[in-house]
């Protein structure tokens, strides 16, 4: 079984650009998370997606949005670049928030902005 | 908000050994803890999780404790191996895959 692919994996951009990030979950999975990873900080939970809707979200300027498709893959945006937002970008999908079932991860994009 | 803390950024234990691992959290309305594995240049990896209707969970060499009124949690993982050796991040779960984690403990399993 397929794991969790995120594209790209390495990504290097200028400040005041944009970035979308690509996340395809496990086959059957339609909850979709992002996460950001920093030296020295754990994983910063960015938002969740479920069927193709917004479900949670975390403490991030409005910079940071997201989306999701019918076939559950899901996307990320990092618009006005900063410095700061260098980082490890996570996705982890799961198969549906109610029930005990743990996120599985894909290996992240790791982006360094100039 | 830190609402889950690993308050150890690093441990070392000899192999054979038993490797405890510990995390704190502060929100009373986290239902669900999960410990993640993570080598370098790769996402995660799922070890063990715990309802938090339960106070104990084993599984092979990881076990793993939670004491609600302590708002504690533990990993376990005996006997130790040089394999072990990674990240270890702590999570805790609330309003569906509304997740928080620790900043992580790394394991030194030294042969």
């Known amino acids: 079984k397929a794991g969790v692919t995120q594209t790209p994996r390495y990504l290097i951009k200028t400040r005041g650009q944009q970035v979308t990030l690509s996340c395809s979950p496990i086959?059957?999975?339609?909850?979709v998370s992002w996460y950001q990873q920093t030296p020295g900080q754990g994983l910063q939970f960015l938002f969740e997606?479920?069927?193709?809707?917004?479900?949670n979200k975390g403490n991030f300027p409005g910079r940071f949005s997201g989306r999701q498709f019918s076939n559950s893959r899901s996307e990320m945006n990092v618009s006005t670049l900063e410095l700061g937002d260098s980082a490890l970008y996570l996705c982890?999908?799961?198969?549906?928030?109610?029930?005990?079932?743990?996120?599985?991860f894909g290996d992240g994009t790791r982006l360094s902005i100039l | 908000d830190q609402q889950v803390k690993q308050n150890s950024p690093s441990l070392s234990v000899q192999e054979g050994r038993i490797s405890i691992l510990n995390c704190d959290y502060t929100?009373?309305?986290?239902?669900?803890f999960l410990w993640y594995k993570k080598y370098p240049a790769e996402g995660p990896t799922f070890l063990i999780s715990?309802?938090?209707?339960?106070d104990k969970n084993e599984d092979g060499r990881f076990t793993v404790f939670l004491n609600k009124s302590a708002k504690h949690l533990s990993l376990h993982i005996v006997p130790s191996q040089p394999g072990d050796s990674a990240v270890y991040f702590c999570?805790?779960?609330?309003?569906?895959?509304?997740?928080?984690f620790g900043a992580g403990t790394r394991l030194t399993v030294k042969p």
């Open positions: 982890a999908s799961s198969l549906a928030g109610a029930t005990y079932q743990p996120q599985h």
């Open positions: 086959s059957g999975h339609r909850s």
């Open positions: 997606y479920f069927s193709e809707t917004q479900r």
């Open positions: 929100n009373s309305m986290f239902d669900y």
């Open positions: 715990i309802s938090s209707i339960k």
């Open positions: 999570a805790a779960r609330y309003n569906n895959n509304d997740m928080r």
